[in-house]
């Protein structure tokens, strides 16, 4: 069957409070553009079964929007503090770990790293991911998280709010 991986970057967030990075919340560009781009992948057939976020609150808070629409309980957002920050390593590690009952899993998180991760993933050369962009890798050769590993992945679609696409996958 293989597995497939939307990797999300956080929607737009907002500088001019005097918080710390890890507390940096959504802009209102942010908070537009998250539940536009989560109806583009919402039909039944590419929802995701899973969600896991980085911790921080511009990630979290586009994981929740994301479930909203999804029709995904909260609650049921896995966090990792590992996604905080991180390695292409410390991204596949996450991604190795998670449980093979799910097919199609999303990952919320942040850049340098999820560009970074595509690229390993999928052998491309550095495709930077802009604020809210999704990424969907196919790995059709894995039927465990486990396997999947460098140049094991296909981008299947990479979206974006100023990619100037209207349809729906």
Same mark, same amino acid.
């Given at each position: 069957m293989?597995?497939?991986l939307?990797?999300i970057?956080?929607a737009?967030?907002?500088?001019?409070?005097?918080v710390?990075? !890890?507390?940096?919340? #959504?802009?209102?560009?942010g908070?537009e553009?998250?539940?536009?781009?989560? &109806?583009r992948?919402s039909?039944?057939? #590419?929802i995701? &079964?899973?969600l896991?976020? /980085?911790?921080? +609150?511009r990630?979290l808070?586009?994981?929740q929007?994301?479930?909203e629409v999804?029709?995904?309980?909260?609650?049921m957002?896995?966090t990792?503090?590992?996604l905080?920050?991180?390695?292409?390593? &410390?991204? #596949? /590690?996450?991604?190795?770990n998670l449980?093979?009952n !799910?097919?199609?899993?999303?990952?919320?998180a942040?850049?340098?790293?999820?560009?970074e991760i595509? /690229?390993?993933?999928?052998?491309? %050369?550095y495709?930077?991911l802009?604020?809210? /962009?999704?990424?969907?890798? %196919?790995?059709p050769?894995? %039927?465990?998280?486990?396997?999947?590993?460098?140049?094991?992945?296909?981008?299947?679609n !990479?979206l974006?709010p +100023? %990619?100037? +696409?209207?349809?729906?996958?």
């Amino acid at each position: 069957m293989g597995k497939q991986l939307y990797i999300i970057r956080h929607a737009k967030s907002d500088w001019a409070f005097r918080v710390s990075d !890890f507390d940096r919340p #959504l802009n209102e560009r942010g908070f537009e553009n998250a539940p536009i781009m989560a &109806e583009r992948i919402s039909s039944p057939q #590419l929802i995701p &079964e899973f969600l896991i976020s /980085s911790p921080a +609150k511009r990630a979290l808070t586009t994981a929740q929007i994301f479930a909203e629409v999804f029709n995904y309980p909260n609650r049921m957002i896995a966090t990792e503090p590992e996604l905080y920050e991180a390695t292409v390593p &410390e991204i #596949l /590690s996450v991604i190795n770990n998670l449980d093979d009952n !799910f097919q199609r899993i999303a990952l919320f998180a942040h850049n340098p790293g999820l560009s970074e991760i595509v /690229s390993y993933l999928t052998q491309n %050369d550095y495709i930077n991911l802009p604020t809210c /962009s999704i990424v969907q890798l %196919d790995f059709p050769h894995a %039927d465990h998280w486990a396997e999947i590993s460098q140049g094991t992945g296909i981008i299947i679609n !990479f979206l974006y709010p +100023k %990619d100037g +696409k209207s349809e729906i996958l």
